[in-house]
Structure formats: C-alpha cells, structure tokens
C-alpha cells in the first residue's frame, strides 16, 4: 500500500482556528502582536512574509511587515531595539536570508529572548540544547506537532535527521531526543548515506537538495518527514528533499510538499507568539 499522507494544512488549519478561539477570549485585552522585518527585496522571502502576515492577521493578531530596500547594520539593529521596546509587539520575526553585508548572528542577538518567536537568539537555542527550551523554532516545533497530532510517538524509535542547520537539523534532533527517540543526525559529508537512513522509524529530510532521499533510503514502513523545500527548474514545482514517487511505495507515512511542514511552520510562529502574548500579560 502506499504511505499515508500527513495533510499538515489540514493540521494546521485546526491550529488556526484553535487560536483564533483563544485570542477571542482575551476581548478586553490588546491584540498578540507580531512584526516582521523584510530587509531586500527576494521574491520567496516576500511571499513567506505576506504568508505569515496574512495568517496573523486571520487568527485576530495585530500584524506589521516592515520591509526595506537596503539598510545598514546599525540601522537594522536601532530599528530591532525599536520594537523591542514597543510592550503592543510580542513577537520579531527577522526574515532569512538577510542580504550580503548584514550580520544575521548580530541582528538576532538584537531581539530580546522573550520576543524571539523565531527561537534563533543563543538565549533560546540553549535553552533548547540544555532540554529545558522557551521558544523553538517554529519548523521543528512543526514537525513535532504533527507526529503528536497524528498519534506518532517517538518514544523507543530510530529517527535520522538528514541535516544539521541551526534552523532545523540541530533543533529537530534535540526535540526528538527529548522525546525519547534514538537520534542519529547525519549530513552531506555522511558515508553511505542510505545505510544510515533504512535504520530509521522516523526519518527527518531538511537538506534543501531537491530529490535527495529515494525509495532505496528508506525502512519499509517507516515515517517520512520531508522539511525540504526547492523550486524544479523545469516544472517550476515546489518540491522537497523526498522524491515522492519513490519513497510512497515504501514509507508508512509521508509528509507532502508542498502541504506537508510548510503550513506547519506558519502555524508554530502563530502558536509561539501567542504563547509570548500570554507572558506578556503575566498569564504564560
């Protein structure tokens, strides 16, 4: 049989909506408040940032983009401070990839660890690294979410992250290590990749290699997690690290792209700003 596929829109739809419930029960109380900062003009960041903007804006947050042509270090982080001092804003998103000559390492350690939705600031990812984490990066948390939303327990199992970023690999593994999986990471300079990845009860693909993992990389049955997200050249398709058509044969459960984490990740920036909306008000 082919694997079943995890419809993360319609997970995260549910989680849109479980939002907007609670925010509509705070009527006497400002709105959560997230805004985005957009430095450059790259297609895909923009339609990222008009996503999560749009998303805000429907669950009842107040929702900014600020977005600028070009802007000097200093003037990002005066602006970053800026926010940082507005009490309406609970949540700063800084949109990656920032343009060459600006500093991200820099310009993240600008946003306090308590606005930091993105969870990027060394506050946060220590926190994370130490088993004891505040905000997560929202794509992980994603894909977490949908392994507890679709009743996956990764207690016990071999789970493989292929990736080692900071946005996702890192985060994604130390999150499945504190839920009791046994983690292997592996990476581009791995040997014998495929021998590493049919050990796996949950597999985990964040490497942006369009096509990377094939039937041939996976454990019959096994949980397939595709974070990967490219545009085929020729097709001009979204497509991820899994070549689906492979790898549905073989898995038990396969995250789709586009649908699949995508959806997930918009929803988590959500769930995290609300979570830092409800601190702010001294009820987190």
């Known amino acids: 049989m082919p694997a079943r596929l995890i419809d993360g829109r319609a997970h995260a739809r549910v989680i849109r909506e479980e939002l907007k419930r609670a925010v509509e029960r705070h009527p006497n109380q400002r709105p959560p408040g ?11 960041s923009t339609t990222y940032v008009g996503g999560k903007h749009k998303a805000a804006e429907e ?10 042509h070009e802007i000097t ?6 602006r970053i401070a800026k926010l940082a001092n507005d009490p309406a804003i609970d949540g700063i998103l800084l949109q990656m ?74 985060p994604v593994a130390l999150l499945l290590l504190q839920n009791h999986a046994t983690v292997t990471i592996a990476h581009s300079h791995t040997i014998d990749l495929p021998a590493i990845t049919r050990t796996a009860d949950i597999l985990v693909a964040a490497t942006g290699k369009r096509g990377l993992i094939t039937g041939d990389h996976i454990k019959p049955g096994a949980v397939v997690i595709d974070v990967g997200i490219t545009r085929d050249p020729d097709t001009g398709k979204l497509t991820g690290d899994v070549d689906r058509a492979s790898v ?17 990740t918009v929803a988590m920036l959500l769930v995290n700003t609300y979570r830092a909306y409800r601190q702010h008000l001294g009820e987190g």
């Open 34 to 44: 997230i805004t985005v900062i957009q430095v450059g003009d790259d297609p895909a």
């Open 59 to 68: 669950v009842g947050f107040s929702s900014a983009i600020e977005r600028f």
């Open 97 to 170: 990839p920032l343009p060459d000559g600006l500093d991200p390492d820099q310009a993240l350690e600008q946003i306090p660890p308590h606005k930091d939705v993105d969870g990027l600031h060394p506050y946060n990812a220590g926190r994370l690294a130490q088993g004891n984490p505040t905000f997560i990066p929202a794509t992980p948390l994603g894909v977490l979410e949908l392994l507890r939303r679709e009743q996956i327990d990764p207690t016990g199992q071999r789970a493989v992250v292929v990736g080692r970023s900071r946005l996702v690999g890192r």
């Open 248 to 264: 549905e044969p073989v898995a038990g459960a396969l995250t789709p792209v586009p649908g699949g984490v995508g959806p997930m």
């Open 73 to 78: 270090q200093s003037g990002l982080h005066q």
